[in-house]
């Protein structure tokens, strides 16, 4: 079958350093999408990962290792507005889809 | 800047009621979905659209149906609501010519709505 694995909850300090892990099973994989959800809000894009390695963006940075079928979210410089639900996703195939973790919930505390 | 609407961001039924849930999205884009949310469970794919009049089937589409009779538009239907239908149900867009990057292809979602059926 296919699933993504990711931690329910995570608490870290502003301004501290936080990583939020990934590792999936599934029958295919294109790559590794990262979405931000604050709650009551829409699920937004952060960043995409197809090949190995490190991609960063800003505060945000995400490292994918195929080998290992895991990724990881790395939130540096911490905010309370980072505080939110972060969410792994796979493209599985050629039909566009994602599949989903269940989400990570990001507490920040001051 | 791409924009998902949905037609409504709070909704109340009758159990047995028929419901109906709109999606707009105003970037042409090729590709349409419906997700519903529920805690812990992550976003789990009702149905997909990737063309006018085309749909698939996703990972939960039993009791819900879908129309797409022009490419802006994504409709849900819930033909006969029940109460464990009661969730966020939240409709996405992407554009559908990703294929040179893998067929990655970022998702913009509508505000989401929740749905309560009594």
């Known amino acids: 079958g296919q699933s993504l694995e990711q931690p329910s909850e995570v608490t870290a300090v502003e301004g501290a350093i936080v990583q939020i892990n990934c590792t999936y099973q599934?029958?295919?994989?294109?790559?590794l999408s990262w979405y931000q959800q604050h709650d009551g809000g829409a699920p937004t894009f952060l960043s995409y990962n197809a090949l190995d390695g490190l991609e960063e963006t800003g505060r945000f940075s995400s490292f994918l290792s195929r080998s290992d079928s895991y990724g990881y979210l790395l939130l540096q410089e911490l905010q309370m507005k980072d505080s939110a639900s972060y969410f792994c996703a796979v493209s599985e195939d050629s039909n566009y889809q994602l599949i989903w973790g269940a989400g990570t919930k990001l507490i920040i505390k001051p | 800047d791409v924009k998902v609407t949905q037609s409504s961001r709070y909704l109340v039924k009758r159990t047995g009621e028929k419901v109906f849930l709109e999606c707009v999205q105003d970037m042409d884009h090729e590709n349409m979905f419906w997700y519903r949310q529920d805690p812990g469970l992550g976003l789990r794919l009702i149905y997909f659209s990737y063309d006018v009049k085309m749909k698939e089937k996703g990972d939960i589409p039993e009791g819900y149906s879908v129309s797409r009779e022009k490419k802006e538009r994504f409709s849900l239907i819930l033909e006969s609501a029940s109460t464990n239908q009661t969730s966020m149900y939240l409709c996405a867009s992407s554009s559908g010519t990703g294929s040179l990057r893998g067929y990655q292809e970022t998702q913009y979602f509508g505000p989401g709505t929740r749905l309560l059926v009594l």
């Open positions: 599934t029958s295919g994989f294109y790559g």
